[in-house]
């Protein structure tokens, strides 16, 4: 993993394009990814995502082709894989070790996922027993960049009557993270789905002797297990 994940010198925004990509490429469960949708998640122009693509063109990490598509190579996805490694493991220390609630832990380990040494990644690994998912329930790649992913199944999707347990949320967003945080659910959290309302697809929920309406957004960015239906 040291020479696959290092051997290249990148500067922290390419690094951050690399990641971006490979992460809505499993949104989307697509190899591909639009310009234009890259441009939109990182927040910025499409002339600089342009700009950038050409950089990472040639240090050969990305292929692009007609009507702005863009994949990574094999090169770019190990780098991309390495940077969430970094980051999940981060978090995880954070959360466990230095009393970080789940909401707060995200921003710090964007910043500490760009550290260089690999040595001190796999003790990192080795000092928590090799953690196999971060606070969030996603789950963290291995030291030879194994990467298995899971079905995602939201909450949004349930129909009423269904009951399912928590098991990851998007981690992208401090608000949702603390929103969460606050109304009292947490990872393995049983969850009853009472009523899905059509005017605006609303999802009113049931967990810890209290219910709650959640927005379709919220619902979006649940991931559960359904338990029966």
């Not at 050409?54 to 996805?77: C, I, M, N, P, V």
Request: glycine letters at 4%; aromatic letters at 8%; charged letters at 30%.
């Amino acid at each position: 993993m040291t020479n696959k994940f290092n051997s290249i010198e990148l500067t922290k925004s390419e690094e951050d394009y690399l990641k971006a990509i490979f992460q809505l490429m499993l949104d989307s469960d697509n190899e591909k990814v639009g310009n234009n949708k890259l441009a939109d998640y990182l927040n910025i122009s499409p002339a600089s995502v342009n700009n950038m693509v050409k950089k990472l063109k040639l240090k050969k990490l990305l292929k692009s082709e007609r009507y702005a598509k863009l994949q990574l190579t094999d090169s770019g996805r190990d780098i991309a894989v390495g940077l969430i490694r970094k980051h999940r493991l981060w978090e995880t220390f954070l959360s466990k070790y230095l009393n970080f609630t789940w909401d707060e832990v995200h921003d710090v380990a964007e910043q500490l996922e760009h550290v260089k040494s690999p040595k001190l990644i796999n003790e990192l690994d080795r000092f928590m027993d090799f953690p196999k998912k971060d606070p969030h329930g996603e789950v963290i790649p291995d030291a030879e960049g194994n990467y298995r992913t899971f079905e995602k199944v939201t909450l949004a999707s349930l129909d009423s009557g269904t009951i399912c347990k928590l098991i990851s949320v998007n981690d992208g967003s401090v608000e949702f993270l603390r929103y969460v945080s606050e109304i009292g659910l947490a990872l393995s959290s049983e969850i009853k789905v009472i009523e899905k309302r059509s005017f605006d697809n609303s999802v009113k929920i049931e967990f810890n002797d209290s219910i709650e309406t959640v927005s379709q957004k919220f619902a979006d960015n649940v991931f559960v297990e359904i338990l029966s239906n």
